[in-house]
């Protein structure tokens, strides 16, 4: 009966993904179908066709569909699609054909498998291949977003590399609203584009507010007036981090309910705190940040979307610094129920600074572009590809418990057995703050702590201190109760058994150094799904 749950739940959540009419639109802080009202989150990966070739990158390990199919199997619905400016503004490189420009790199082997794989492409022009992967993934239920990533063909991003702020070398304002303009009409009437993006991380020594506001709404009008059934993705300055300014002078732009803003999460800035400092302190820090500079647009009276256009991390699993991170950018994500964009689907690239065939190491794929990298990461993402919050939806305010390491979520099975595992169940709590009990919606039944190293159960005495719980560190990651001595006891899941919940000693709330607090990191989801 369970696995028939679960297949039913999985299911359900594929056929709410693709079960929509086009375009989109918002209202408030969230992005709707735009015929129904009904909440369509946008759970994408990135697929680069920006660098020096310009062809979408992987077109020679197998056929369009057969990338397509990994991608909805992986749980994606989105794929957020790059794009250099000159190739839609300058005739030297959009009359190149797919062929021609792989010869100029001399990428034989890439050549000879575009020809086996995806022959179709060969000879066609840059622009007209550009568009028939477009094609080919909307005929496979994707939806996308096309992303104005640099003018020139180049990787990004350098401080200094000419593509970062208006007026740069390689970024005159009116050939990159020229190229917005061509991108829109190229893609008007094609429903699978649901989102053009503007510009990617606008960064650099000339970058200031007033060049911002008046080329990002120049910009905005030029999509809209081409292409209204788009929406028109904003985004800030430094790198994509800073939204900051628009709470004291707004954008001033809705076009028709068609502005959702952008952001960029990466563990870049702060590697040595997050290798070096108390991580209850660093996560808080990062988090309060992301909420100052960007996550505050999705709040009050001029409440709008707002999507983690880029994050990620290595998914060899050696770099310390990004699994911090992403410990501490997985619940801040899934409390907001954010929209979002993965770095990164290509597991590698035709020819990327100067070398032909590197690895991309954030790619989900392995380097054959075959099977996943990492299936335990995907598990992780599955509580951020569920839609989590319905604005449409009458059901009462629960939450979810989910354990940031694992990705798990706490759940219950049969009368008492409380266990770790996937966030496609969702046992539904009630807590009603700090020092209040964890409750099963809809019982009498709550969570009680039993002693240290020993797993939680479930009670009616929800009037004692092991029932009692409150958040206890910087974090606010480290849920606890009490036993009798008045010792904190905070709930945990190690990597040696993800499903065995149970509470010790709180680790690491007093910020003690060289202390990992990460296996006792669980965050309250609030959800309102039926």
């Not at 990135?46 to 909805?72: R, S």
């Not at 991108?183 to 053009?196: D, E, L, N, S, T």
């Not at 709404?217 to 300055?237: C, F, Q």
């Not at 070398?355 to 991309?360: S, V």
């Amino acid at each position: 009966m369970k696995t028939l749950q679960i297949i039913l739940l999985i299911f359900l959540s594929l056929f709410g993904a693709f079960c929509y009419s086009l375009p989109l639109s918002t209202r408030g802080r969230w992005i709707v179908d735009s015929e129904t009202g009904r909440r369509v989150k946008l759970t994408c990966l990135n697929w680069v066709a920006h660098t020096e070739t310009m062809v979408t990158e992987g077109l020679h390990t197998q056929p369009i569909k057969d990338i397509a199919a990994k991608v909805t199997s992986m749980g994606f619905n989105c794929i957020r699609l790059t794009y250099a400016t000159f190739m839609w503004t300058r005739p030297d490189y959009s009359n190149k054909t797919v062929a021609q420009s792989l010869d100029s790199f001399n990428l034989t082997q890439a050549r000879e498998g575009i020809a086996r794989n995806n022959p179709q492409l060969l000879n066609l022009s840059l622009q007209d291949a550009y568009e028939a992967v477009v094609d080919e993934l909307g005929a496979n239920g994707l939806m996308l977003v096309l992303d104005n990533h640099v003018s020139k063909p180049m990787w990004c991003c350098a401080r200094k590399d000419g593509n970062g702020f208006f007026g740069d070398m390689f970024f005159d304002p009116k050939e990159w609203i020229e190229g917005l303009t061509q991108v829109a009409k190229r893609f008007k009437g094609k429903p699978q584009v649901v989102a053009m993006s503007m510009r990617n991380e606008i960064r650099g020594p000339r970058q200031n507010l007033p060049d911002w506001y008046k080329n990002m709404r120049e910009g905005a009008k030029a999509i809209h007036s081409t292409n209204p059934d788009v929406l028109v993705l904003v985004s800030g300055l430094n790198f994509d981090k800073d939204l900051s300014f628009l709470s004291t002078t707004p954008f001033g732009l809705t076009l028709d309910n068609k502005v959702v803003y952008e952001a960029h999460w990466y563990s870049f800035d702060f590697t040595q705190q997050w290798q070096t400092q108390p991580l209850n302190r660093v996560c808080r820090q990062r988090a309060d940040e992301f909420q100052r500079e960007a996550a505050f647009l999705i709040t009050g009276d001029n409440a709008a979307p707002l999507i983690i256009s880029e994050f990620g991390v290595d998914l060899r699993g050696v770099n310390q610094a990004d699994n911090r991170y992403f410990n501490c950018l997985l619940p801040t994500v899934a409390e907001k129920d954010l929209d979002w964009a993965l770095w990164t689907l290509q597991a590698s690239y035709y020819y990327r600074e100067g070398k032909a065939g590197p690895e991309e190491v954030y790619s989900v794929l392995d380097y054959n572009w075959d099977k996943p990298r990492d299936p335990k990461y995907l598990e992780r993402l599955t509580i951020l590809q569920q839609t989590i919050q319905d604005p449409n939806s009458t059901t009462l305010s629960y939450y979810l418990i989910v354990h940031t390491e694992s990705g798990f979520c706490v759940n219950v099975e049969g009368e008492d057995n409380v266990h770790g595992s996937s966030c496609r169940e969702r046992t539904k709590w009630s807590h009603g703050g700090d020092g209040w009990p964890i409750r099963l919606v809809g019982g009498e039944l709550c969570l009680k702590a039993v002693g240290d190293g020993v797993p939680v159960t479930l009670s009616t005495d929800c009037k004692s201190p092991r029932a009692t719980w409150k958040l206890v560190s910087d974090s606010r990651l480290h849920v606890a109760a009490k036993d009798e001595q008045g010792n904190s006891l905070c709930l945990e899941a190690t990597s040696s058994n993800y499903s065995s919940i149970l509470t010790r000693r709180c680790a690491c709330v007093k910020n003690e150094a060289n202390c990992d607090p990460q296996s006792q990191w669980f965050k309250l989801v609030p959800s309102n799904l039926s």
